[in-house]
């Protein structure tokens, strides 16, 4: 098992930056993935592979990831951008995917 | 553009058998792997499968091991997902995923409700 911790909330104000963590052992040396959730639809991919974005996400949505914590920073938040966030990893030993609880971002 | 729907969530009793489908488009559906993930009314995001592009391997938590299968029929782009001696704990929403590589997911379905309930 490969636990992934996330604050459960964070609350920004339109037009700052929002930081989400997500907290795991070693995490810096595996492959993060992030994905938005609105009310009532499916997740959406915003970060793959750590810090790359899929066509279609804008730049100012980025991530990082280094030691035990991976980090989705979104920049000028609006309205648009209140969602849960989950991130999530691989375990290539075991062959098995896990997610982090997720964070319910808010904006003030 | 990649199209997943998922179909066959019920309502069904303690001890049921359930099967979804997925009904897959927009890509060539043999190349990729693909997923389950579940969701619990108002929980997070759980990993349930997953299953190689030739369907010769598939992969499961512990949890759920010896009561889901995966399975899927290339000929006709569809994924399922065999559930056994459902629960309560059971009850989400299923999520069909194609794996964009094979460590993340990359493009999901609007879900399926499955409820189990006596």
């Known amino acids: 098992s490969f636990a992934l911790a996330q604050p459960p909330s964070v609350s920004v104000a339109p037009g700052q930056t929002a930081t989400i963590t997500c907290g795991g052992n070693k995490i810096g040396s595996k492959s993060v993935h992030w994905y938005r959730q609105k009310p009532g639809e499916a997740p959406v991919m915003v970060v793959f592979d750590d810090t790359a974005r899929p066509s279609g996400i804008p730049e100012r949505i980025s991530g990082a990831n280094a030691a035990n914590t991976a980090t989705l920073t979104i920049s000028t938040v609006d309205a648009g951008d209140e969602a849960d966030y989950y991130c999530q990893v691989w375990d290539s030993d075991s062959d098995h995917w896990f997610f982090g609880g997720g964070t319910k971002l808010t904006v003030l | 553009e990649v199209q997943l729907l998922e179909s066959g969530g019920d309502w069904v009793q303690p001890g049921e058998s359930q099967r979804l489908s997925c009904a897959a488009s927009?890509?060539?559906?043999?190349?990729?792997?693909m997923a389950w993930v579940r969701q619990a009314p108002g929980k997070g995001l759980e990993w349930v499968a997953t299953?190689?592009?030739?369907?010769?391997?598939?992969y499961y938590p512990g949890s759920l091991k010896g009561r889901f299968a995966i399975s899927r029929d290339n000929s006709k782009n569809t994924l399922y997902l065999q559930m056994n001696s459902l629960r309560a704990g059971d009850t989400a929403l299923y999520y069909c995923?194609?794996?964009?590589?094979?460590?993340?997911?990359?493009?999901w379905g609007p879900g399926v409700l499955v409820t189990v309930s006596s």
């Open positions: 995923a194609k794996h964009r590589s094979l460590g993340n997911f990359g493009s």
């Open positions: 927009g890509f060539t559906f043999s190349d990729y792997a």
């Open positions: 299953i190689s592009g030739t369907g010769r391997a598939s």
